[in-house]
């Protein structure tokens, strides 16, 4: 089956629990819990790889633990990550063999991973994302919707 990878904006909204959690559960605003419910539908050997464009990680796998921190992405932080050449490689190395990459999360953190793979260049899978200026409630049916042709 062909790999696909799901690239998420963090969120706002997290977990306070002390310590370190996967970014997965860190994470709490409306797109992290679609994503949740939709997983639990989903075979394991279905679901997508998951990524984080996290405001004060860079990109980094839904797996990694992370402590909780207060960092909110901006136009200047997203321009800093997208131009970072490690940032970029971790991209790249999460984005390896992906048939399909679909990018998820608001304006900001969506330009950021564009232009990250933009740079990075060498991604073969086709990239989806929500149109442009889309509320929230229509990118939490969106995402739902990708990972809906994952079901078994």
């Known amino acids: 089956m062909p790999a696909r990878l799901l690239v998420l904006g ?3 909204t997290k977990r306070r629990d002390p310590g370190a959690l996967p970014a ?3 994470y709490d605003g409306p797109m992290w819990r679609t994503l949740r419910a939709a997983l639990s539908e ?8 998951v990524a984080v464009l996290s405001a004060e990680h860079g990109f980094i796998p839904a797996l990694k ?3 909780d921190y207060d960092r909110r992405m901006d136009r200047a932080r997203a321009a800093e990550l997208a131009a970072d050449p490690l940032q ?9 063999d992906a048939s399909e990459i679909h990018v998820a999360g608001g304006a900001v953190y969506r330009s950021c991973v564009l232009q990250a793979l933009g740079v990075l260049g060498r991604v073969s899978g086709e990239v989806t994302h929500p149109a442009p200026g889309l509320g929230i ?3 939490r049916q969106a995402l739902r919707a990708w990972l809906a042709q994952m079901e078994a």
């Open 24 to 26: 997965i559960e860190r």
């Open 88 to 96: 970029v490689d971790r991209l790249g190395v999460l984005a390896f």
């Open 65 to 67: 633990p992370i402590a």
């Open 42 to 49: 989903i075979r394991p050997a279905e679901r997508p790889r």
């Open 137 to 139: 409630g229509r990118q």
């Open 10 to 12: 963090c969120s706002a």
